[in-house]
C-alpha cells in the first residue's frame, strides 16, 4: 500500500514522502491516526502543490534575506545610552534595542534572534553585527552607540 506521510514517523520517513507500507500496518495504524492519508491521485497532486508553493515560499524568504543583507551595508543604526564613569554604558546595548531601532529608523525588520552579538556592546563607539538572514545568508549592521543628553 502507498501511503503519503503527514508526519515525521521513526522508521519510516518524513512528513510529505511517499512511501510503500505494509496493507495492515497502513490500514490499522497509519491512516486511522492520521498520520498518513492514502496515495491515491488526487492527494498525489495536492502533495506535489503544496511541495510546489512551499518551494516558491522558500524563494521568496531566499531574496527577502538578500535584499536585507545589501540594505544592511548602507544603513547605520543611531543608539542613545546612558554614560557611566570613564565613557562606559549603564549596562550595555541589547540585541533587542538593535532591532527595535533599525525598524524604527530605517524600516527593516529583522527578529533579535537573528542578531548574533560576540560581546555585549558596554561603551560609546561605532560597531559591526553580524546578522544572520536564514539561508546562509548573513549581513552585517553598523551601530553607532552615542551618549544620551
Known amino acids: 500500500m502507498k ?14 514522502q511517499l512511501k510503500e507500507v505494509s496493507d495492515g500496518y497502513g490500514r490499522n495504524y497509519l491512516l486511522p491516526r492520521g498520520m498518513a492519508i492514502e496515495a491515491t491521485a ?6 506535489r502543490l503544496k511541495d510546489k508553493a512551499r518551494q516558491a515560499q522558500i524563494a521568496r ?8 543583507a545589501e540594505k544592511l551595508g548602507a544603513v547605520v543604526v543611531h543608539l542613545k545610552a546612558k554614560a557611566g564613569s570613564a ?10 534595542e538593535i532591532s527595535e531601532a533599525l525598524a ?3 524600516g527593516i ?11 555585549p556592546i558596554k561603551q560609546f563607539g561605532t560597531f559591526q553585527v ?19 543628553k
Request: proline fraction near 0%; hydrophobic fraction near 30%; charged fraction near 25%.
Open 3 to 16: 501511503v503519503i506521510l503527514q508526519q515525521d514517523i521513526k522508521g519510516q520517513g518524513k512528513k510529505g
Open 42 to 47: 488526487d492527494n498525489l497532486n495536492a502533495m
Open 61 to 68: 524568504e531566499k531574496a527577502q534575506a538578500q535584499e536585507y
Open 87 to 96: 565613557g562606559r554604558l549603564f549596562g550595555s546595548v541589547t540585541s533587542k
Open 104 to 106: 524604527a529608523q530605517h
Open 109 to 119: 525588520n529583522i527578529e533579535k534572534n537573528q542578531i548574533v552579538q560576540t560581546e
Open 130 to 148: 553580524k546578522c544572520k538572514l536564514g539561508y546562509e545568508i548573513s549581513g552585517t549592521i553598523h551601530v553607532m552607540v552615542t551618549e544620551e
